[in-house]
């Protein structure tokens, strides 16, 4: 009787050992793939800049990665894909332009080929109704060092005034910043916010990814130019006198154009045959230009086709870069003073939508025009580069979710509407194994079983025929 049972006992045995290796390895194999995709995937995930064409898309990763946002106007249908203005880093920003007044828009996140969602749905922003643009626009600026006096580059600085909706940018190579506050819209994006030099608080964060944060509190008047925003610190420049009109300093990003590439290997096409980048020659980000009627001009592949906006009454045209490799245009209707914005976007070889932005003021006319203090003169001490040693970043409230090209399943968290600024947390986990896995250890696992089904009945058959 006991040599019959004998079988059945190794069987059952095998078939233990047999599950909990199985469920040994996917969970192996699980915290493999977490390994090789939490350090791309988004974190601080924000909308910024909302108005009734364009926002703005930023996010910090843990390693240096390209990052690029996928976008459209239904869920699900993310068609047009944008690259990261700030190229391959730790931060990214990326502006959505060519957008309808008061729409619902969807978009994920690629960070270094994966795509990651808001925790198993696209995130969502609406743009802003349209309304006339200020014409007394209120500047502020400044710059952001590290903790040794160095500039900082591509951290992401972000404003928030009189209970509005932020806005951000990102600084320049000498660490310069330059933001139009009086943009500020309400938190229904019907209106702007109204903004009092002397009373209304500008809230300033700066993320810098893995050099660090820092915060400062500081009312415009005194902000032209603000003090240096120092990396770690927690800055209150409430109490500061008004500061001596002496301009905006000058903030243009210098991004090699390799940083700018796709990481995609295509062939060449006709709009890129020359590798040569476009460009905006004529006009530096945050420069203030004492005309209405401003000529723009720059270089790029001949027979280029560029669609050119100016904003913030939208003026949009199609330019194609003749043989010279030099396009210039001017605005067919007059601009009126106040922050302006030029963007340009083409599409690359690879059919990527690229975009190139500066941000602008025009001056009325009767107004002294700024003198620029000059920008920080290179010396021999290095610019702060971004180095992967962690640190604490603002934890919120959604989750991005990365999906290597299949949606995940998840609670769905708090999406970005028009009365809530958007928000995330680090990054969430991807699906447990893959099907493979799956259907390979269900075979196993019903083979053991009949194996062990037959193994008894043949015993039980043996023991019968014994007794």
Sequence with gaps: MIKGKIPTLIVLIILVLGIVLGVFLVRNRQLFRLGATGENAPRDVRVTNISQSTLTVSWTTDTQTLGTVEWGETENSTGTTIVSETGSGYTHSATLTGLKPQTSYFFKINSAGTDFDNNGIDWEAQTASDIPALTDPIVISGTVEDSSGFPVEKALLYVTAGGGTPLSTVTSQEGNWVISVSSTRSQDLGSFVEIDEQKTLAEIFVQAGSLGTATALIYPQSAKPAPPIVLGQSHDFKNLPPSIESGLPQAQLDIPQEQLESGFETPESTASASGKPVTIESIDEGEVVTTAEPEFFGEGPSATAITITVESEPQTQVVTIPSSGEWQWSPPEGLSPGPHKITISW?????????????????????????????????????????????????LTSTPTPTPKVSTSATPSPTPKPTKTPTSTPSSLPDAGTSADTVAFAVLGLALLGFSGLTFALSMNKNKQEG
């Excluded at 975009?355 to 107004?367: G, K, P, S």
């Design 347 to 395: 599409r690359d070889a690879s059919g990527i939508l690229r975009t190139l932005t500066r941000n602008f003021i025009v001056q009325a006319a009767d107004e002294p025009a700024f003198v620029s203090t000059p920008s920080a003169t290179p010396t021999t001490r290095p610019t702060a580069t971004l180095t992967p040693t962690p640190s604490p970043t603002p934890r």
